[in-house]
């Protein structure tokens, strides 16, 4: 998000969450290819529908807004796109979770099924707050973003 050449960081976060799927296979003692975790990635984002068109939506007008400001609205897009990007990554990572849990299978359910449930079970509102608030707190002691230290 504090990147000011658009769509860089949309492709971090997909290396972050295939890099999270990776250590959550391993964690659970499997063994999976970057080309599977990508895979896996892409069922998740799919059956969440519109979670992943509101972050794609955000990603796609911030990143619209860096190439017209030449990167002066970096700074001001951080927060909300790093918590849509924070909340999307966390579903990612609870599906992937539930996925492992049931032996590298969605077992008698559909993806889109389980998603659904996941994102019915998390508080979206206090999820995204939380987030902003640690982008708050990295943003304010970063000595190299723009804000000044409290």
Known sequence: ALNPVAGVDVLGG???DVTMILALARTYGMEMTAANARSLLMSV????????????SMHAFCNFLKVVSLGGTTALSAIPQGAVAGYGSLIVGKSAKYYFENGASWGAEAPKTVVRRILDETDKDSVIQQIKTEIEKKLKSNFYSNNTKS
Not at 45 to 56: D, Y
Request: proline fraction near 0%; aromatic fraction near 6%; hydrophobic fraction near 80%.
């Open 14 to 16: 997909v290396a972050v």
């Open 45 to 56: 984002i799919a059956a969440t529908g519109f979670v992943a068109l509101a972050e794609i």
